[in-house]
């Protein structure tokens, strides 16, 4: 699976949106991008995740460049409770069974009153 | 949907006794559950992958008769910390993906402390 690179931090005003960006310039044709966020002493939350399309459902919205080399995680309006650290991976789509996640450092993103 | 809840959410326990954890997929079958371990500040470490009614896969340094990994059905699997050390205290989480494996779902993780 393709190595990710995130910033080790981020801090976003209540109220505005929250961008988080991913790099992944070793991906993949197969390779998804998925996105997870720890919100402290919680289990991973699954936010989203895409091929090459821009893809959005009711939490965050994930913009995946052209070439596929780095991809934004959105979260429109960023709220006290958005406070955790967030993960972007890069997987093969499974074929039949499924593949462990490897998570690396993540972002930490403050989201502040 | 895609619920997966873990049982206890902590456990306190005495060196050398042994500790089970459940990890259960409440709304759908899991084929395939992972085990992770977080340290303080640390990220999530995968220890095993278990897939229903076979032997666990264990990742590299991961003792497997410390570590008894047990999913013997769609819905439930068990890790059970044999003669646990202190230095086995930690957040362990389990995840649990249905036979597509496209998502994993993670649950709530139990938090071990060993004195």
């Known amino acids: ?113 | 949907g895609a619920v997966v809840s873990q049982h206890p959410s902590w456990v306190i326990c005495k060196s050398g006794t042994s500790v089970k954890i459940e990890c259960r997929s409440l709304d759908f079958q899991a084929t395939t559950m992972f085990w992770y371990r977080q340290f303080p500040k640390q990220s999530l470490m995968l220890m095993a992958t278990s897939n229903e009614g076979s032997k666990a896969t264990y990742e590299q340094g991961v003792e497997k008769d410390k570590f008894l990994i047990n999913h013997a059905s769609l819905t439930l699997s068990t890790l059970t910390v044999t003669s646990a050390h202190p230095e086995d205290s930690s957040f362990y989480i389990c995840s649990a993906s249905g036979s597509g494996g496209e998502t994993q779902y993670f649950g709530p993780g139990t938090r071990l402390l060993v004195l």
């Not at chain 1, 990710?4 to 988080?20: F, V, Y």
């Not at chain 1, 997870?36 to 989203?48: E, L, V």
């Not at chain 1, 780095?70 to 967030?86: C, E, G, K, N, Q």
Request: overall charge neutral.
């Open chain 1, 1 to 113: 699976d393709a190595k990710t690179t995130q910033p080790p931090s981020m801090d976003c005003a209540e109220g505005r949106a929250a961008n988080l960006p991913c790099n992944h310039s070793t991906i993949s044709g197969n390779e998804y991008v998925y996105w997870y966020r720890q919100i402290h002493s919680q289990g991973p939350q699954y936010i989203i995740h895409g091929l090459k399309n821009n893809e959005t459902n009711e939490m965050a919205s994930l913009i995946i460049t052209e070439d596929r080399k780095s991809s934004t995680l959105i979260l429109p309006h960023a709220t006290l409770r958005d406070t955790a650290v967030y993960y972007c991976i890069v997987r093969v789509k499974p074929s039949g069974s499924a593949r462990q996640l490897t998570f690396g450092s993540g972002t930490q993103l403050t989201v502040l009153p």
